[in-house]
Protein backbone atom coordinates (compact mmCIF):
# COMPACT_ATOMS: atom_id res chain seq x y z
CA UNK A 1 0.00 0.00 0.00
CA UNK A 2 1.27 3.31 -0.84
CA UNK A 3 0.53 5.91 1.61
CA UNK A 4 1.24 9.98 0.85
CA UNK A 5 1.28 12.87 3.10
CA UNK A 6 -1.64 15.62 2.96
CA UNK A 7 -0.52 18.48 1.35
CA UNK A 8 -0.86 21.74 4.10
CA UNK A 9 -4.19 22.37 2.78
CA UNK A 10 -5.65 18.79 3.39
CA UNK A 11 -3.88 19.02 6.83
CA UNK A 12 -6.16 22.14 8.33
CA UNK A 13 -9.15 19.35 8.43
CA UNK A 14 -9.75 15.80 8.47
CA UNK A 15 -12.61 16.08 6.04
CA UNK A 16 -16.23 16.17 6.20
CA UNK A 17 -16.44 14.33 9.53
CA UNK A 18 -18.68 15.73 12.02
CA UNK A 19 -16.96 17.29 14.97
CA UNK A 20 -19.25 15.65 17.35
CA UNK A 21 -18.33 12.19 16.35
CA UNK A 22 -14.79 12.99 18.44
CA UNK A 23 -17.04 13.03 21.41
CA UNK A 24 -18.22 9.52 20.09
CA UNK A 25 -14.56 7.93 19.85
CA UNK A 26 -12.82 9.38 23.19
CA UNK A 27 -13.94 6.18 25.17
CA UNK A 28 -12.75 3.99 22.84
CA UNK A 29 -9.43 4.89 22.76
CA UNK A 30 -7.71 3.47 25.50
CA UNK A 31 -9.20 0.12 24.70
CA UNK A 32 -8.58 0.51 21.21
CA UNK A 33 -4.96 1.65 22.14
CA UNK A 34 -4.05 -1.98 23.35
CA UNK A 35 -5.90 -3.90 20.74
CA UNK A 36 -3.36 -2.23 18.14
CA UNK A 37 -0.27 -3.37 20.63
CA UNK A 38 -1.10 -6.51 20.33
CA UNK A 39 -2.11 -7.17 16.98
CA UNK A 40 0.97 -5.31 15.92
CA UNK A 41 3.18 -7.66 18.10
CA UNK A 42 1.49 -10.32 16.70
CA UNK A 43 2.26 -9.13 13.24
CA UNK A 44 5.59 -7.95 13.71
CA UNK A 45 7.35 -9.82 16.83
CA UNK A 46 10.28 -7.54 16.41
CA UNK A 47 8.33 -4.93 17.96
CA UNK A 48 7.33 -7.17 20.86
CA UNK A 49 10.51 -6.15 23.06
CA UNK A 50 9.56 -2.46 22.13
CA UNK A 51 6.64 -2.58 23.98
CA UNK A 52 8.04 -3.92 27.19
CA UNK A 53 11.60 -2.83 27.02
CA UNK A 54 12.74 0.76 28.39
CA UNK A 55 11.63 2.55 26.04
CA UNK A 56 8.01 1.16 25.98
CA UNK A 57 6.44 4.53 27.77
CA UNK A 58 7.98 6.76 25.46
CA UNK A 59 6.82 4.41 22.30
CA UNK A 60 2.90 3.96 24.14
CA UNK A 61 2.53 7.78 24.21
CA UNK A 62 3.68 8.12 20.90
CA UNK A 63 0.96 5.78 19.59
CA UNK A 64 -1.49 7.27 22.34
CA UNK A 65 -0.80 10.85 20.99
CA UNK A 66 -1.22 9.48 17.37
CA UNK A 67 -4.32 8.53 17.65
CA UNK A 68 -5.84 11.49 20.46
CA UNK A 69 -4.04 13.93 17.69
CA UNK A 70 -6.62 12.73 15.12
CA UNK A 71 -9.50 12.59 17.35
CA UNK A 72 -8.73 16.31 18.45
CA UNK A 73 -8.98 17.20 14.92
CA UNK A 74 -12.00 15.88 14.33
CA UNK A 75 -12.81 18.43 17.18
CA UNK A 76 -10.55 20.98 16.28
CA UNK A 77 -8.99 20.77 12.88
CA UNK A 78 -6.59 23.72 13.67
CA UNK A 79 -5.39 22.19 16.86
CA UNK A 80 -1.89 21.85 16.98
CA UNK A 81 0.29 18.41 15.97
CA UNK A 82 3.89 19.29 17.13
CA UNK A 83 3.84 16.68 20.16
CA UNK A 84 2.86 13.90 17.69
CA UNK A 85 5.21 15.49 14.55
CA UNK A 86 8.12 14.77 16.63
CA UNK A 87 7.15 11.60 18.28
CA UNK A 88 6.76 10.08 14.56
CA UNK A 89 10.04 11.62 13.45
CA UNK A 90 11.58 10.09 16.67
CA UNK A 91 10.22 6.68 15.66
CA UNK A 92 11.72 7.06 11.99
CA UNK A 93 15.17 8.20 14.11
CA UNK A 94 15.24 4.53 15.73
CA UNK A 95 14.28 2.76 13.05
CA UNK A 96 17.57 4.20 11.74
CA UNK A 97 19.82 3.80 14.53
CA UNK A 98 18.53 0.17 15.16
CA UNK A 99 19.65 -0.31 11.45
CA UNK A 100 16.40 -1.33 10.15
CA UNK A 101 14.64 -0.19 6.80
CA UNK A 102 11.15 1.53 6.90
CA UNK A 103 9.22 -1.48 6.20
CA UNK A 104 8.39 -2.51 10.03
CA UNK A 105 7.19 0.59 10.76
CA UNK A 106 5.33 1.20 8.21
CA UNK A 107 3.46 -2.17 8.55
CA UNK A 108 2.89 -0.94 11.97
CA UNK A 109 0.62 2.32 10.63
CA UNK A 110 -0.92 0.08 8.14
CA UNK A 111 -2.28 -1.90 11.13
CA UNK A 112 -3.10 0.13 13.55
CA UNK A 113 -5.09 2.33 10.47
CA UNK A 114 -6.70 -1.10 9.78
CA UNK A 115 -7.86 -2.22 13.91
CA UNK A 116 -9.03 1.76 13.73
CA UNK A 117 -11.57 1.33 10.66
CA UNK A 118 -12.42 -2.00 12.15
CA UNK A 119 -13.30 -0.24 15.48
CA UNK A 120 -15.32 2.28 13.83
CA UNK A 121 -17.45 -0.08 11.81
CA UNK A 122 -18.54 -1.66 15.29
CA UNK A 123 -19.22 1.75 16.22
CA UNK A 124 -20.70 2.89 13.42
CA UNK A 125 -23.21 0.29 13.58
CA UNK A 126 -24.08 0.77 17.24
CA UNK A 127 -25.04 4.72 16.54
CA UNK A 128 -26.15 3.60 12.93
CA UNK A 129 -23.38 6.00 10.96
CA UNK A 130 -24.40 6.31 7.16
CA UNK A 131 -22.55 4.27 4.87
CA UNK A 132 -21.01 7.76 3.41
CA UNK A 133 -20.09 8.71 6.53
CA UNK A 134 -18.02 5.65 6.90
CA UNK A 135 -16.21 6.39 3.48
CA UNK A 136 -15.26 9.67 4.64
CA UNK A 137 -14.04 8.40 7.94
CA UNK A 138 -11.49 6.19 5.71
CA UNK A 139 -10.12 8.53 3.61
CA UNK A 140 -9.34 10.66 6.59
CA UNK A 141 -8.20 8.25 8.25
CA UNK A 142 -5.86 6.97 5.62
CA UNK A 143 -4.33 10.36 4.14
CA UNK A 144 -3.72 10.87 7.92
CA UNK A 145 -2.15 7.24 7.65
CA UNK A 146 0.25 8.74 5.45
CA UNK A 147 1.03 12.02 6.99
CA UNK A 148 2.22 9.77 9.96
CA UNK A 149 4.69 7.40 7.75
CA UNK A 150 6.34 10.92 6.06
CA UNK A 151 7.12 12.09 9.53
CA UNK A 152 8.43 9.15 10.47
CA UNK A 153 10.41 9.16 6.69
CA UNK A 154 11.84 12.76 7.58
CA UNK A 155 13.27 11.49 10.91
CA UNK A 156 14.92 8.39 9.43
CA UNK A 157 16.24 9.99 6.67
CA UNK A 158 17.64 12.58 9.05
CA UNK A 159 19.19 10.14 11.61
CA UNK A 160 20.59 8.17 8.06
CA UNK A 161 22.65 11.59 7.50
CA UNK A 162 23.51 12.27 10.60
CA UNK A 163 25.35 9.05 10.90
CA UNK A 164 26.49 9.05 7.49
CA UNK A 165 25.13 5.51 6.28
CA UNK A 166 22.85 4.53 3.20
CA UNK A 167 18.96 3.96 3.97
CA UNK A 168 18.48 0.17 5.20
CA UNK A 169 21.63 -0.80 6.40
CA UNK A 170 21.51 -4.55 7.28
CA UNK A 171 25.08 -4.52 7.83
CA UNK A 172 24.74 -2.57 11.01
CA UNK A 173 21.91 -4.96 12.03
CA UNK A 174 23.58 -8.12 10.98
CA UNK A 175 26.39 -6.48 13.58
CA UNK A 176 24.47 -6.59 16.04
CA UNK A 177 22.77 -10.06 15.46
CA UNK A 178 26.43 -11.52 15.52
CA UNK A 179 26.73 -9.91 19.14
CA UNK A 180 24.30 -11.89 20.37
CA UNK A 181 26.34 -14.82 20.15
CA UNK A 182 24.67 -18.20 20.94
CA UNK A 183 21.44 -16.67 21.03
CA UNK A 184 20.90 -15.99 16.82
CA UNK A 185 20.85 -19.27 15.07
CA UNK A 186 23.62 -19.63 12.09
CA UNK A 187 21.27 -19.99 9.55
CA UNK A 188 19.24 -16.54 10.56
CA UNK A 189 23.10 -14.82 10.93
CA UNK A 190 23.44 -16.63 7.07
CA UNK A 191 20.52 -15.25 5.70
CA UNK A 192 20.96 -11.48 6.88
CA UNK A 193 24.50 -11.82 5.63
CA UNK A 194 23.80 -13.10 2.26
CA UNK A 195 21.36 -10.10 2.18
CA UNK A 196 24.28 -7.80 3.32
CA UNK A 197 26.45 -8.82 0.14
CA UNK A 198 28.53 -9.75 3.20
CA UNK A 199 30.39 -13.43 3.16
CA UNK A 200 30.49 -15.04 7.50
CA UNK A 201 33.89 -15.51 8.46
CA UNK A 202 35.35 -17.80 10.46
CA UNK A 203 36.74 -15.71 12.91
CA UNK A 204 36.73 -11.96 14.21
CA UNK A 205 38.09 -9.05 15.39
CA UNK A 206 36.50 -5.94 17.29
CA UNK A 207 37.54 -2.98 17.49
CA UNK A 208 36.37 -0.20 20.62
CA UNK A 209 36.54 3.24 19.75
CA UNK A 210 36.04 6.20 21.98
CA UNK A 211 32.67 8.02 21.37
CA UNK A 212 34.34 11.26 20.94
CA UNK A 213 36.06 10.45 17.74
CA UNK A 214 35.23 8.72 14.10
CA UNK A 215 37.56 7.03 11.75
CA UNK A 216 36.79 7.99 8.28
CA UNK A 217 34.56 5.42 6.75
CA UNK A 218 35.92 6.05 3.39
CA UNK A 219 39.69 4.70 4.86
CA UNK A 220 38.15 1.39 6.03
CA UNK A 221 38.46 -1.64 4.30
CA UNK A 222 35.05 -2.46 2.67
CA UNK A 223 34.27 -5.31 4.74
CA UNK A 224 34.44 -3.58 7.71
CA UNK A 225 31.29 -3.49 9.84
CA UNK A 226 30.25 -0.85 11.95
CA UNK A 227 28.08 0.66 14.08
CA UNK A 228 28.54 4.48 15.58
CA UNK A 229 24.60 4.57 16.63
CA UNK A 230 25.56 2.67 19.66
CA UNK A 231 26.67 5.20 23.05
CA UNK A 232 29.98 2.61 22.55
CA UNK A 233 31.11 2.91 18.58
CA UNK A 234 32.46 -0.33 17.57
CA UNK A 235 33.87 -2.05 14.61
CA UNK A 236 34.30 -5.77 13.55
CA UNK A 237 36.96 -7.20 11.24
CA UNK A 238 36.38 -10.30 9.53
CA UNK A 239 38.65 -13.21 8.78
CA UNK A 240 42.02 -13.46 10.30
CA UNK A 241 43.99 -10.46 11.72
CA UNK A 242 46.90 -10.07 9.20
CA UNK A 243 50.07 -7.73 9.47
CA UNK A 244 48.25 -5.82 6.03
CA UNK A 245 45.36 -5.74 7.61
CA UNK A 246 46.74 -4.01 10.82
CA UNK A 247 48.77 -1.29 8.83
CA UNK A 248 45.52 -0.76 6.89
CA UNK A 249 43.19 -0.40 10.37
CA UNK A 250 46.30 2.14 12.00
CA UNK A 251 45.91 3.98 9.56
CA UNK A 252 42.18 4.30 8.96
CA UNK A 253 42.38 5.08 12.84
CA UNK A 254 45.20 8.02 12.56
CA UNK A 255 43.53 10.42 14.88
CA UNK A 256 41.06 8.17 17.00
CA UNK A 257 41.57 6.91 20.08
CA UNK A 258 40.46 2.84 19.99
CA UNK A 259 41.28 -0.77 21.27
CA UNK A 260 41.62 -3.77 19.27
CA UNK A 261 40.43 -6.67 20.91
CA UNK A 262 41.51 -10.17 20.06
CA UNK A 263 40.39 -12.37 17.33
CA UNK A 264 37.90 -15.05 18.25
CA UNK A 265 35.63 -16.93 16.34
CA UNK A 266 32.34 -15.64 14.94
CA UNK A 267 30.42 -17.01 17.57
CA UNK A 268 32.84 -15.10 20.72
CA UNK A 269 32.58 -11.91 18.94
CA UNK A 270 30.88 -10.22 22.00
CA UNK A 271 33.94 -11.43 23.89
CA UNK A 272 36.34 -10.12 21.56
CA UNK A 273 34.38 -6.43 22.22
CA UNK A 274 34.51 -6.94 25.73
CA UNK A 275 38.10 -7.33 25.80
CA UNK A 276 38.93 -4.77 23.60
CA UNK A 277 36.09 -1.75 25.44
CA UNK A 278 38.38 -3.12 28.82
CA UNK A 279 41.50 -2.48 27.07
CA UNK A 280 40.36 1.17 26.20
CA UNK A 281 39.36 2.08 29.81
CA UNK A 282 42.36 0.79 30.60
CA UNK A 283 44.54 2.97 28.66
CA UNK A 284 41.76 6.14 28.79
CA UNK A 285 42.91 5.51 32.46
CA UNK A 286 47.06 5.82 32.32
CA UNK A 287 47.39 2.16 33.33
CA UNK A 288 48.47 0.87 30.56
CA UNK A 289 50.69 2.61 28.51
CA UNK A 290 50.21 2.80 24.64
CA UNK A 291 49.78 4.74 21.40
CA UNK A 292 46.01 5.82 20.58
CA UNK A 293 45.38 3.19 19.09
CA UNK A 294 46.04 -0.19 22.16
CA UNK A 295 46.11 -3.62 21.41
CA UNK A 296 44.74 -5.63 23.62
CA UNK A 297 46.86 -8.33 22.82
CA UNK A 298 49.79 -6.45 24.21
CA UNK A 299 48.00 -6.37 27.52
CA UNK A 300 46.62 -9.55 28.47
CA UNK A 301 48.07 -9.80 32.28
CA UNK A 302 46.27 -6.32 33.02
CA UNK A 303 43.32 -6.87 31.41
CA UNK A 304 43.11 -10.32 33.36
CA UNK A 305 44.22 -8.56 36.70
CA UNK A 306 42.14 -5.89 36.15
CA UNK A 307 38.76 -7.80 34.51
CA UNK A 308 36.81 -7.41 37.73
CA UNK A 309 37.76 -4.72 40.18
CA UNK A 310 35.02 -5.20 42.43
CA UNK A 311 36.67 -8.81 43.11
CA UNK A 312 40.10 -7.33 43.11
CA UNK A 313 39.29 -5.32 45.90
CA UNK A 314 37.92 -8.49 47.99
CA UNK A 315 40.96 -10.03 47.11
CA UNK A 316 43.61 -7.26 48.29
CA UNK A 317 41.47 -6.90 51.59
CA UNK A 318 41.52 -10.76 52.42
CA UNK A 319 45.16 -11.44 51.49
CA UNK A 320 46.79 -8.02 52.29
CA UNK A 321 44.50 -7.53 55.47
CA UNK A 322 47.76 -7.60 58.11
CA UNK A 323 49.02 -4.33 56.55
CA UNK A 324 45.09 -2.57 57.85
CA UNK A 325 45.93 -0.07 60.41
CA UNK A 326 49.63 0.74 59.43
CA UNK A 327 49.37 4.68 57.90
CA UNK A 328 49.51 5.02 54.06
CA UNK A 329 53.55 5.63 54.14
CA UNK A 330 53.80 2.56 56.06
CA UNK A 331 52.00 0.81 54.12
CA UNK A 332 53.19 1.69 50.51
CA UNK A 333 56.54 0.82 51.70
CA UNK A 334 56.05 -2.62 53.06
CA UNK A 335 53.39 -3.24 50.27
CA UNK A 336 56.49 -2.27 47.75
CA UNK A 337 58.71 -4.23 49.55
CA UNK A 338 56.84 -7.30 49.74
CA UNK A 339 55.77 -7.25 45.91
CA UNK A 340 59.39 -6.90 44.51
CA UNK A 341 60.35 -9.39 46.93
CA UNK A 342 57.71 -12.28 45.84
CA UNK A 343 58.47 -11.14 42.00
CA UNK A 344 62.06 -11.39 42.22
CA UNK A 345 63.19 -13.68 44.99
CA UNK A 346 65.95 -11.49 44.93
CA UNK A 347 68.26 -10.59 47.86
CA UNK A 348 67.97 -7.54 50.13
CA UNK A 349 70.46 -5.89 47.92
CA UNK A 350 68.92 -6.68 45.31
CA UNK A 351 65.68 -5.68 46.41
CA UNK A 352 66.98 -2.68 47.95
CA UNK A 353 68.84 -1.46 44.56
CA UNK A 354 65.01 -1.26 42.81
CA UNK A 355 63.87 0.48 46.36
CA UNK A 356 66.51 3.17 46.03
CA UNK A 357 66.85 2.15 50.01
CA UNK A 358 69.77 0.52 52.05
CA UNK A 359 69.94 -3.44 52.04
CA UNK A 360 69.53 -3.13 56.18
CA UNK A 361 66.03 -1.33 55.68
CA UNK A 362 65.27 -4.26 53.04
CA UNK A 363 65.71 -6.79 55.73
CA UNK A 364 64.15 -5.20 58.80
CA UNK A 365 60.92 -4.39 56.08
CA UNK A 366 60.87 -8.21 55.63
CA UNK A 367 61.27 -9.26 59.44
CA UNK A 368 57.94 -6.89 59.75
CA UNK A 369 56.36 -9.18 57.13
CA UNK A 370 57.03 -12.21 58.00
CA UNK A 371 55.69 -10.83 61.60
CA UNK A 372 52.61 -9.47 60.16
CA UNK A 373 51.65 -12.76 57.52
CA UNK A 374 52.65 -15.56 59.36
CA UNK A 375 52.18 -18.81 57.63
CA UNK A 376 50.40 -16.61 54.94
CA UNK A 377 53.66 -16.48 52.58
CA UNK A 378 54.48 -20.21 53.10
CA UNK A 379 50.99 -21.90 51.75
CA UNK A 380 51.34 -21.64 47.58
CA UNK A 381 48.08 -20.43 47.14
CA UNK A 382 47.69 -17.79 49.75
CA UNK A 383 51.04 -16.58 48.39
CA UNK A 384 50.01 -16.47 44.69
CA UNK A 385 46.78 -14.57 45.85
CA UNK A 386 48.70 -12.34 47.40
CA UNK A 387 50.71 -11.94 44.93
CA UNK A 388 47.81 -11.28 42.64
CA UNK A 389 46.43 -8.31 44.59
CA UNK A 390 50.14 -6.89 44.67
CA UNK A 391 50.52 -6.75 40.93
CA UNK A 392 46.81 -5.38 40.37
CA UNK A 393 47.11 -2.40 43.10
CA UNK A 394 50.75 -1.98 40.96
CA UNK A 395 48.99 -1.51 37.52
CA UNK A 396 46.37 0.77 39.39
CA UNK A 397 49.53 3.48 41.29
CA UNK A 398 49.35 5.56 37.73
CA UNK A 399 46.01 6.75 38.55
CA UNK A 400 44.87 5.96 41.94
CA UNK A 401 46.65 5.77 45.54
CA UNK A 402 49.70 3.26 46.31
CA UNK A 403 47.14 0.64 47.46
CA UNK A 404 43.94 1.60 45.32
CA UNK A 405 41.87 2.43 47.78
CA UNK A 406 40.93 -0.83 48.44
CA UNK A 407 42.23 -1.90 51.96
CA UNK A 408 39.60 -0.43 54.74
CA UNK A 409 40.36 0.31 57.51
CA UNK A 410 37.15 -1.41 59.15
CA UNK A 411 37.87 -4.86 57.38
CA UNK A 412 40.22 -6.22 60.30
CA UNK A 413 41.11 -4.99 63.94
CA UNK A 414 43.73 -2.29 63.76
CA UNK A 415 47.46 -3.20 64.50
CA UNK A 416 49.62 -1.31 66.41
CA UNK A 417 51.38 0.84 63.64
CA UNK A 418 54.72 0.99 66.35
CA UNK A 419 55.20 -2.77 65.45
CA UNK A 420 55.32 -1.76 61.46
CA UNK A 421 57.71 1.40 61.45
CA UNK A 422 59.62 0.90 58.66
Not at 97 to 108: I, T
Not at 372 to 390: K, V, Y
Not at 399 to 422: C, F, V, W
Request: charged share 25%.
Amino acid sequence: MTVTRQTPEQAESTGPIPREFAAIMRPELPSLLKEMATEIVTTIPEYGHLLEGPNARVIRIGIEQSIATFVDRVAAPTATTALRDDLCRQFGRFEAYEGRSLDNLQAAYRIGCQVALRRVRSVGRRYNLSASFMLNFADALFAYMGDLAELSREGYVQAMAELGEEPDNRRRRLLRRILNGASVARSALAELAEHSAWPLPEEVTLIAVAPDTRPAGAALDKDILMDFADPEPHLLVPGPFTDERRERLHAALSGCRAAIGLTTSLSEAADSLRWARHTLTLADAGIIDDDSVAMSEDHLLPLWLLGDPALVAQIAKRYLGPLVGLTATQRARLIDTLRIWLTTRGTAAQIADQLGVHPQTVRYRIRILDRAFGDQLARPDDRFATEIALRALHLQENGETTDGGLLSEDRRPARDPSRYEA
